[in-house]
């Protein structure tokens, strides 16, 4: 049996390893993925702080990209991953503004036909929202708000201000989508030879600079500090480290903000409106 089985693994990566090899390596598209032109071209029409703070309360739909490189693969594996939420602002007692996101998906695209990646809505929907105050500045006759990082753990419990775990036997952690595996599931797909998953904890730690502008959309760039740790995976062959970077061009790292009413609150509702108020997601490869 352990012949059998260390021969399929050898055939396996064979074909992989041909696969990669004449597979073509697909490059960033230019960057910025979005033209935001028109508002960064804009001096804004709120003359005070305290209308910016009234134009900003309110329930917005949230959408951001964040390109990462991980340079662990033979072929440097270039992915966006594209984040569909909520975002709410309010005036706390003493007038300050805070921000709050509640994620509901999050998909990933890859340059790689061959592979693909996907992490289910329930483990997006278990990181609990967080709320922070924001800073709000005026520079170059435009309002800037900086909402600053506020560490987030997902598939494990303990203190979000400290390094992220990297015991695989650690007693906190969780099983935020309720497969009964530790940590946060990963599916992986190769080629439609190799499926598998990958678990993983991470320590979210996101930075928004946002502009707000005159029709009331706000749009900016995600910076992220985050920390990742595969915790184990289905098969050997997945159980390896990766070491993802975050791509250096704000262009490459978007996000927009649309008001709308507050009975949107679900993914089948903000997805119901996705084309209406949203972009196209980014892409390595035409499609139709």
């Known amino acids: 049996m352990r012949k059998k089985q260390f021969i399929n693994y050898s055939l396996l990566f064979g074909i992989?390893?041909?696969l990669f090899a004449c597979s073509d390596q697909i490059p960033w598209p230019p960057s910025p993925l979005y033209d935001f032109s028109k508002y960064e071209n804009e001096e804004t029409s709120f003359?005070?702080?305290d209308s910016v703070k009234k134009?900003?309360?309110?329930?917005?739909?949230h959408y951001d990209v964040v390109s990462y490189e991980d340079t662990t693969t033979k072929k440097p594996m270039l992915t966006f991953i594209i984040s569909y939420g909520f975002t709410d602002f309010r005036m706390d007692e003493n007038g300050d503004i805070i921000q709050a996101n509640r994620f509901v998906r999050a998909s990933h695209k890859i340059n790689q036909k061959q592979i693909t990646s996907k992490i289910s809505d329930e483990s997006v929907q278990a990181i609990q929202p967080h709320y922070q105050k924001v800073e709000i500045s005026k520079k170059d006759g435009k309002w800037h708000i900086l909402r600053p990082p506020t560490p987030t753990l997902l598939g494990i419990n303990g203190d979000p201000s400290q390094p992220l775990s990297r015991d695989r036997n650690d007693p906190n952690l969780t099983d935020p989508d309720g497969d009964d595996k530790p940590g946060v599931t990963v599916n992986i797909n190769i080629a439609n030879i190799l499926k598998g998953e990958i678990y993983i904890t991470r320590r979210e730690i996101?930075?928004?600079?946002l502009q707000l502008n005159n029709d009331g959309t706000l749009t900016g760039y995600v910076k992220d500090d985050s920390e990742q740790f595969v915790v184990g995976a289905s098969m050997?062959?997945?159980?390896?480290?990766?070491?993802?970077?975050q791509h250096p061009s704000k262009g490459m790292n978007p996000i927009l903000l649309v008001p709308v009413s507050e009975d949107i609150d679900t993914l089948e509702e903000l997805m119901a409106i996705r084309d209406e108020i949203f972009p196209k997601e980014p892409d390595f490869f035409e499609t139709k």
């Open 47 to 49: 003359s005070s702080l």
């Open 206 to 209: 996101f930075t928004y600079f």
């Open 55 to 61: 134009q900003l309360i309110g329930h917005y739909a």
């Open 16 to 18: 992989l390893f041909m």
């Open 236 to 245: 050997k062959i997945l159980d390896q480290a990766s070491n993802n970077f």
